[in-house]
């Protein structure tokens, strides 16, 4: 299309447009496109008048082109200006017959439902309308969307100031988008490819997207569970997990319960790295063919486990100790405490700092004394971190231990 009549050839379009809509439901309408304070649109007749008012650079789609000159400022293509148009859509007629409120419905409505200008009308109102060029026009690439123009009344009572002595009429504002103005330059042709001198190299970047409870991602990681590592590929091969900086055995491609792919590692005290409740690092490394030499790596992904039960608690020493096993192994600077949460009908609760440990222990044991008999529900708090109760059913269920009276 000529860019010099594109904002006439769309303001045709939509004209034509507007006609579609109001067909023959008011006798004598008519769409026409003057000046809102003109003489001609105050006759009394029924008219829907379109009117650009403003223009504005479309900030959006402005510089799809881009770049369009060379490093010695010599022209690759002809740069193309996209602008939004600014339309006042006037209505006019007997107010009596409530004329101007009719046509604005059809219009309304007709460009809520078909909000664009289609292609085969902006060719046939550039081919109908001689002073636009008439012949078979080049169409833009871009449709041509008309969106509603929302302006608030202080800001439409200046914009009507401008028609000097013109009363306000009813009006609506619509935004057409984006119509192309190309200015043709004189183009170098560009040389045809002789070579793709393209080659893929290997990001050496490996990115892990979470770290999760594989058997329940929504709780956290707890120690004799199984940790799913996601990551884009885990069926790579050379890949090896690093637990606080110790690879991990036993690692396995598989999904967790969400049915994501991931990397699983069972949290036991099998493993070589020193795992304990609290804060674990993760991360992944790619070795080459030679199995020694690192390829890729992900950044270090932090997270934590809480601390959890082997088996479940049990009483010793004719009910007056509490034994807990634990799936991984307690420091001995650690001062674990035991919670007990009574059940049923009593509202007793017990906080208990367990027996101190000279190493390490995976067995931990709490003293009973004072505590009233009865049915309870056990937890272990590390540095602030409890394990988790089971849960079913909406209610907790475990573990559990009941202690004998005196």
């Not at 829907?48 to 223009?55: E, G, I, M, S, W």
């Not at 449709?143 to 439409?156: F, H, Q, S, V, Y």
């Not at 637990?243 to 055995?249: D, Q, S």
């Not at 937890?379 to 849960?391: F, K, M, N, T």
Request: glycine fraction near 10%; aromatic fraction near 6%; charged fraction near 15%.
């Amino acid at each position: 299309m000529n860019s010099g009549f594109s904002i006439a050839a769309c303001t045709v379009a939509i004209a034509d447009r507007l006609h579609m809509f109001i067909g023959d439901a008011i006798p004598g309408a008519r769409v026409t496109t003057l000046n809102p304070g003109s003489d001609a649109l105050r006759t009394g007749d029924p008219f829907v008048n379109l009117y650009l008012f403003r223009t504005a650079r479309n900030g959006f789609v402005s510089n799809d082109d881009l770049p369009t000159r060379g490093p010695l400022g010599a022209a690759k293509q002809s740069p193309v200006l996209k602008l939004n148009l600014d339309y006042m859509i006037t209505f006019f007629g007997d107010d009596a017959r409530l004329d101007p409120q009719r046509l604005l419905g059809m219009v309304a409505g007709g460009l809520n439902a078909e909000p664009y200008i289609p292609r085969d009308m902006l060719r046939s109102a550039i081919a109908t309308t001689p002073w636009l060029g008439g012949g078979d026009p080049q169409l833009p690439s871009d449709e041509i969307l008309i969106t509603p123009l929302n302006m608030l009344p202080d800001a439409m009572a200046r914009l009507w100031s401008e028609f000097v002595d013109v009363p306000y009429q009813l009006t609506q504002l619509y935004t057409a988008t984006p119509i192309a103005i190309e200015y043709k330059l004189p183009v170098e042709p560009v040389l045809p490819v002789r070579r793709i001198g393209l080659r893929a190299i290997p990001s050496r970047s490996i990115a892990i997207t979470d770290v999760v409870n594989a058997s329940d991602p929504e709780l956290p990681i707890s120690g004799g569970g199984t940790m799913a590592v996601r990551i884009p590929d885990p069926g790579q091969p050379g890949l090896s997990v690093l637990m606080n900086g110790i690879p991990a055995e036993g690692v396995r491609i598989g999904y967790d319960a969400q049915g994501y792919s991931a990397l699983l590692v069972d949290l036991t005290v099998g493993q070589p790295a020193p795992l304990m409740a609290g804060a674990l690092t993760v991360k992944i490394v790619k070795r080459g063919p030679d199995a020694q030499s690192i390829v890729a790596e992900s950044p270090v992904f932090t997270t934590s486990i809480v601390p959890a039960f082997a088996g479940a608690p049990a009483l010793s020493g004719d009910g007056k100790q509490l034994d807990l096993p634990m799936a991984l192994p307690v420091p001995a600077e650690k001062t674990p405490v035991v919670l007990l949460f009574a059940a049923g009908t009593k509202s007793t609760s017990y906080r208990i700092p367990c027996l101190p440990r000279t190493t390490a222990a995976t067995m931990l044991a709490a003293p009973l004394t004072g505590v009233i008999a009865g049915n309870y529900l056990v937890s272990i708090e590390i540095d602030g971190v409890a394990s988790l109760l089971d849960w079913s059913d909406g209610t907790y269920t475990g573990p559990r231990v009941m202690v004998p009276g005196a």
